[in-house]
């Protein structure tokens, strides 16, 4: 089977930096994307890596090492609008696209 | 610009009764998946389509579920006589092309079975 654990919950002051953490154990590994979904809303994509490293995108980075089957997503200068849960995804190789979400992590931002 | 749109966004029913819900991806999207999502968890992959081929039907809990896009756009789940558990939100994603990383979710459809 496959699984991507994460924590369930992380609350962060506004400002500062949050680190949310993937692990994950899947057969046919070929990248991790990671998604931000707000109360009620859909999922939005937020960034991919399909090699070993860290990718930037404006306040959001994601990293991955696929030696230790471990990604995570960086987001800076936490805003409350950040106040959402976030989940990682693991896209497989081969063409096959079946896409495996991880348990989510709700982020809480504080003043 | 038009995003993935789904219909009913609300759907109530009763036990033993068919539904069917819909998905209008992105136009010129190749490829369009189902999830199934249970408050506070991750979307569940069900099913997903390249044009309008099925490529996999793997994550279908059972026979009762089945999907549709017979002119590779517009996609149909039906759910056969539904049971209490197949209450949930269920959303419809598309991508532009097969394997790419971004998909695009749609506001799902909220289904209750009493």
């Known amino acids: 089977g496959q699984s991507l654990e994460q924590p369930s919950e992380v609350t962060a002051v506004e400002g500062a930096i949050v680190q949310i953490n993937c692990t994950y154990q899947?057969?046919?590994?070929?990248?991790l994307s990671w998604y931000q979904q707000h109360d009620g809303g859909a999922p939005t994509f937020l960034s991919y890596?399909?090699?070993?490293g860290l990718e930037e995108t404006g306040r959001f980075s994601s990293f991955l090492s696929r030696s230790d089957s471990y990604g995570y997503l960086l987001l800076q200068e936490l805003q409350m609008k950040d106040s959402a849960s976030y989940f990682c995804a693991a896209l497989n190789s081969g063409g096959y696209q079946k896409v495996t979400f991880g348990t989510g992590t709700k982020l809480q931002v504080i003043p | 610009g038009a995003g993935v749109s789904q219909s009913p966004r609300y759907k109530v029913t009763k036990r033993g009764q068919d539904v069917a819900l819909r998905c209008d991806p992105i136009?010129?999207?190749?490829?369009l998946y189902w999830y199934r999502q249970a408050l506070g968890q991750g979307p569940e992959f069900l099913t997903y389509f390249n044009y309008e081929a099925q490529q996999d039907k793997s994550g279908l809990p059972n026979d009762r579920f089945s999907a549709e896009r017979p002119e590779g756009s517009i996609s149909t789940l039906t759910i056969q006589r539904t049971e209490q558990r197949d209450s949930a939100m269920y959303r419809c994603?598309?991508?532009?092309?097969?394997?790419?990383?971004?998909?695009?979710f749609g506001p799902g459809t909220r289904l209750t079975v009493l």
């Open positions: 994603a598309s991508s532009l092309l097969p394997g790419t990383d971004t998909q695009y």
């Open positions: 899947t057969s046919g590994f070929y990248g």
């Open positions: 136009s010129g999207h190749v490829s």
């Open positions: 890596n399909a090699l070993d």
